[in-house]
C-alpha cells in the first residue's frame, strides 16, 4: 500500500495523559500537513512540513500540541495533557509540492 | 469571516440525476486553487477535482466537473449520473498562495442519493 498512513486509528485516553499519533506519507511527497476535523465540520489545519521544516501552525495549535517531522519522512504529532476538548479525528495529509493533498484514514482521539 | 461557504447542509439526488454542490470563497489573492474532496462514512478523504485561479477551462474529471466563476467567486462542483456510491459529505477546500499554501475546507455538504 504506497497511500497515507496513520497509526493509531483509534485511542482512547483519559483527561491529563500525553498522546502520540504518528503519519507516514506517500514516500515521494515532501510536504505534510496536520488536520483536526470534529463531529460535523470540515477538517481544520493545523500545521504543514515541507520536508522536516514546520512552515506553519494554527493559532488552534496551543502549546500543548506539537508536531515533528525529523528526517523529512514521517511525522508525529503529541498533545500534552489531553482535555476533552481534544476530542477529534485528526487527520494528515501529504502532497508533493502544490499538488493535491492524499489524506490517510485518520486517528480518532477520545478523551474520556 | 469564512473564507469557504457550503450554504446547503443536506442535498438529495435522484439516481441517475446530475446535482451541484455549491461553494463560495473569499480571497483577495490572486493566486490560489480550490479543491472539492468527498468524505463518505468511512472517513477518508477522497480528492475529486481541483482548478486554479488562472486556469480559463472549468475542471472535469469524469462525473465531476467544476462551475468556476471567478468574478463571482464560486466553484460548484457538478456531479453528473448520481450513483449510489456518491452518497457521502463533500467538502469545498482553498489554498490561498499567500497563506503558505494551506488548505481551508467550508463546512460540507451531505448528499444522499435516493434509489
Known amino acids: 500500500d504506497t497511500g497515507v498512513s496513520q497509526d493509531p486509528r483509534h485511542k482512547i485516553t483519559k483527561r491529563g495523559q500525553n498522546v502520540t499519533f504518528r503519519c507516514d506519507p506517500i514516500s515521494e511527497h515532501n510536504r505534510l500537513y496536520w488536520y483536526r476535523q470534529t463531529l460535523g465540520q470540515g477538517p481544520e489545519f493545523l500545521t504543514y512540513f515541507q520536508n522536516e521544516a514546520q512552515l506553519e501552525k494554527s493559532r488552534l495549535l496551543s502549546d500543548r500540541f506539537s508536531a515533528e517531522r525529523p528526517k523529512g519522512s514521517f511525522s508525529t504529532l503529541e498533545i500534552q495533557r489531553t482535555e476533552q476538548g481534544d476530542s477529534a479525528m485528526y487527520l494528515c495529509?501529504?502532497?508533493?509540492?502544490?499538488?493535491?493533498?492524499?489524506f490517510g484514514p485518520g486517528t480518532r482521539l477520545t478523551v474520556l | 469571516a469564512q473564507k469557504i461557504t457550503q450554504t446547503q447542509p443536506g442535498m438529495f439526488v435522484q439516481e441517475k440525476e446530475a446535482v451541484t454542490l455549491d461553494c463560495t470563497y473569499d480571497?483577495?489573492?490572486?493566486?490560489?486553487?480550490l479543491f472539492w474532496y468527498k468524505q463518505p462514512s468511512s472517513g477518508e478523504m477522497i480528492f475529486l477535482i481541483y482548478q486554479g485561479s488562472y486556469d480559463e477551462q472549468n475542471a472535469t474529471e469524469g462525473r465531476y466537473s467544476l462551475n468556476f466563476q471567478k468574478a463571482r467567486k464560486s466553484a460548484n462542483l457538478v456531479i453528473s449520473a448520481s450513483q449510489l456510491g456518491d452518497s457521502a459529505m463533500y467538502f469545498c477546500a482553498m489554498r490561498e498562495e499567500t497563506s503558505y499554501d494551506k488548505v481551508i475546507f467550508g463546512p460540507g455538504t451531505s448528499l444522499s442519493v435516493i434509489p
Open positions: 480571497t483577495s489573492d490572486q493566486s490560489y486553487g
Open positions: 495529509a501529504s502532497s508533493f509540492n502544490r499538488g493535491e493533498q492524499f
